[in-house]
Each structure stands twice: as structure tokens, then as C-alpha cells.
């Protein structure tokens, strides 16, 4: 699971001119960059607030508040990109945070 390239679909809005993409080289590196895409925006809407905290709950708030997103993960046994849905990414997510706070 360690070195899987993926790929994380967004669209921020409903306009379709919202959509973006960033890619990473593994699922942990992916995770990392979801929650630095929130804080990013956290920090965006409390400028005056140098420490910022949120729990789980508030991540899934932002994720579930976009208009899209999902996970493309490459898969060497099939050599193929497989694709993952927002709660999967949710799942993810929170074991990541998990291990990291261990």
C-alpha cells in the first residue's frame, strides 16, 4: 500500500470550472495533502488565529461540503488506476490522522 500513486479528483463548487486534481505518490501523501488542503482553508477564513484546531468531524465536514471528490489509486497487480469514492477517502483519512497521533 505504501508506493501507489494516486490521484485525488475535486470540484470545489458546482461549477465544473471548479474541478482540479492533485496527484501524489503514495495514499499517505494523499491523506497528508487533504488535510492540508482544509487547514489551508481554515487558515483562509480565521487569519488571525495562529493555532488552529479541528477534529475528524470538521474534515468530513469540509470534504462532504465539496461539490466532488475521489481517489484514483494505482494498482500494480492490475496495472490500472482503481477508483475510490468520498467515503473511502473519509475511511483513509481518519486512519491516517490515527496513526499519525500513535
Known amino acids: 500500500m505504501a508506493n501507489r500513486h494516486t490521484i485525488i479528483l475535486m470540484q470545489t463548487s458546482q461549477s465544473r470550472a471548479s474541478r482540479t486534481f492533485m496527484d501524489y505518490d503514495s495514499i ?28 475528524i468531524a470538521d474534515l ?5 461540503g465539496l461539490a466532488d471528490m475521489s481517489a484514483l489509486v494505482y494498482d500494480h497487480s492490475v496495472r490500472a488506476y482503481l477508483p475510490y469514492d468520498r467515503q473511502w477517502i473519509k475511511q483513509r483519512t481518519f486512519q491516517h490522522l490515527k496513526k499519525l497521533a500513535q
Open 28 to 55: 499517505s501523501q494523499a491523506m497528508d495533502g487533504i488535510c492540508g488542503l482544509y487547514e489551508r482553508k481554515l487558515k483562509e477564513l480565521n487569519p488571525a488565529i495562529r493555532n488552529i484546531t479541528y477534529d
Open 60 to 64: 468530513y465536514n469540509f470534504i462532504d
